[in-house]
Each structure stands twice: as structure tokens, then as C-alpha cells.
């Protein structure tokens, strides 16, 4: 096993426990859900200011920064409720 992999694991790890305990203390700003952060997703309220998807930022960026600006730019929904914004 190597060392630098795990680090990245681990910090990814952490930042995806972040980035759920946000989801589930925000709670579908639609609805009031707040059960399961799996059913909780972001929302970009102005699709423009995009840079990409939280998750993907947890992932290849790992930079808590980057995640906490980019939900500032989102509206915390359930799956349920984004279906209805994204139609
Ligand atoms: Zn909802």
C-alpha cells in the first residue's frame, strides 16, 4: 500500500463527511428533507457560475476552499425536488 494514496483517500473521505453533514443541516430547501444526504444534491441557482459538480470537487480537487465556494453558489434540494427545478 502506498502512503500517498491512502492520504488522498482519507482526505476525500473526510471531505465527502463534510460536504453530507452540510446536505443534512441544510436540508432540501424545497421541502424541509433531510434524512439521507444520498438524496440530497446541489443545485447551482445560476447555472453559469458553474465551475463543476461538488462531488466531483471532493474528488479531483479536494480543496475544502473550492468546495465551500461552490456551495455558495447552490441551493441545497432532494432528488425529488431538483427533478422539478431542471424541468
Ligand atoms: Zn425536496
Known sequence: MTAMMSKWARTRHRLRDYVNQIKVERGCERCGYNKN?????????????KYKAVA?????????????AEIEK???VCKMCHGMLEM
Open 37 to 49: 444526504p444520498r438524496n440530497l444534491q446541489w443545485h447551482h441557482v445560476l447555472p453559469k457560475t
Open 56 to 68: 466531483e470537487i471532493v474528488s479531483e480537487d479536494r480543496c475544502i476552499k473550492k468546495i465551500n
Open 74 to 76: 447552490c441551493m441545497c
